[in-house]
């Protein structure tokens, strides 16, 4: 079997903030993914204590020929450390270096690097570059893509943070090799979100290679990561500050981060929330009589073939509401679900608390 991947480029059209997502093999490594970058003297990679040991040196050997220096921050590991004490802990190493704001920051790591990195690289000096260095697969698919950029509060997920975009993302292949098979899930979380809101033939893909995909098959993981790519960058350009069709890709995220709040951050994965969400957001959606219950089947069996939850904590209703209440889409005190008008085409839009609890509670555990 063939298992060559060529290295494919997915532009983000945003004007004079366009960039390039590089997905590959051996991209870390490869002066040419490094090139044009902005000029500076020296380059912060923030990354955390499981990654530095695996990938720190090789991209730091890789930045060294373009920059005077080139220093590491090694972050605590974990979406329980997404606070803004950890933030400051790269203002400290910004500041104690002496950085300028030329200065380059690279996020080598998952979303948790990903989002903090972006957020100071966003506040440091009003604005210095930054480049995601996606190095699981839920960042190489959703989080790394479109400039959002955040940390948690104890009352709701990445509700401090801003819009700004990298210089590049840069998806190697090889990073997903080393990942453990729950973050691997976790990742197909937002793989598989794609289809139901955007491109059922791809959801059908995903059903078809599903095994390959668990399997860590380069070539699969290569379409599936650009294809994911493609969709969201597509709705990013349209919609870069999500005022409007860039609520889509949030589809299963409103039930999925009342399931982190309500838990205590980390205790279930991001992707493993989503998953869980998008199966709940499914049944209201069914429920109001936008699709039929062979669809919502569907998709539950497709998401629970990938190792993720169908079923919520049992937290109480009232937990749920209360954390969705403060969901970014949420106006005028109303809630705002991603639903599914019909398979492969998503709306955003209101419903009643009774049903939505009736979800709830059939819904978990």
């Known amino acids: 079997m063939n298992t060559s991947v060529a290295t494919a480029c997915v532009p983000i059209s945003l004007g004079d903030r366009s960039y390039s997502i590089l997905i590959g093999e051996n991209l870390l490594s490869n002066p040419l993914t490094w090139q044009d970058l902005p000029k500076a003297s020296c380059a912060l990679i923030v990354t ?4 530095a040991p695996l990938y720190a040196p090789k991209l730091r050997a890789a930045l060294e020929s373009l920059y005077s220096r080139v220093i590491v921050l090694s972050l605590p590991d974990g979406e329980v450390y997404k606070t803004f004490e950890t933030l400051n802990l790269i203002f400290d190493q910004l500041l104690g270096e002496g950085a300028d704001r030329k200065t380059t920051l690279f996020a080598l790591g998952g979303g948790v690097i990903g989002d903090m990195t972006g957020f100071a690289a966003a506040c440091y000096m009003r604005g210095v570059p930054f480049v995601q260095v996606a190095t699981t697969l839920l960042a190489q698919v959703d989080s790394s ?31 997903l090799q080393t990942l453990a098979q729950r973050e691997l899930s976790a990742g197909l979380a937002e793989i598989i979100k794609y289809g139901p809101i955007a491109d059922m033939a791809f959801m059908l893909w995903i059903e078809e290679h599903l095994d390959a995909l668990i399997a860590k098959d380069p070539v699969a993981l290569a379409y599936a990561v650009q294809r994911s790519c493609e969709i969201k960058a597509g709705v990013v350009g349209a919609d870069e500050r999500e005022g409007g069709v860039r609520a889509i890709l949030n589809f299963g995220h409103t039930f999925g981060h009342a399931i982190e709040a309500g838990l205590g951050f980390g205790v279930w994965l991001h992707g493993e929330a989503v998953g869980c969400g998008m199966v709940m957001a499914a049944h209201l959606s069914q429920r109001l009589g936008l699709v039929e219950l062979s669809f919502v089947e569907r998709l539950t069996r497709l998401i629970s073939r990938a190792g993720l939850p169908t079923q919520g904590p049992k937290l109480g209703a009232h937990v749920y509401l209360e954390h969705m209440r403060v969901d970014k889409k949420a106006q005028n005190g109303q809630i705002r679900f991603v639903l599914i008008d019909s398979p492969g085409r998503a709306v955003v839009m209101g419903a009643d608390d009774a049903v939505v609890q009736d979800v709830i509670e059939q819904c978990c555990l």
């Open 48 to 51: 955390n204590q499981t990654i």
């Open 145 to 175: 893509v479109g400039g959002k950029t955040a940390i948690n509060h104890p009352l709701g997920k990445n509700m401090i943070g801003a819009f700004y975009q990298p210089e590049r993302v840069v998806c190697d292949l090889d990073t």
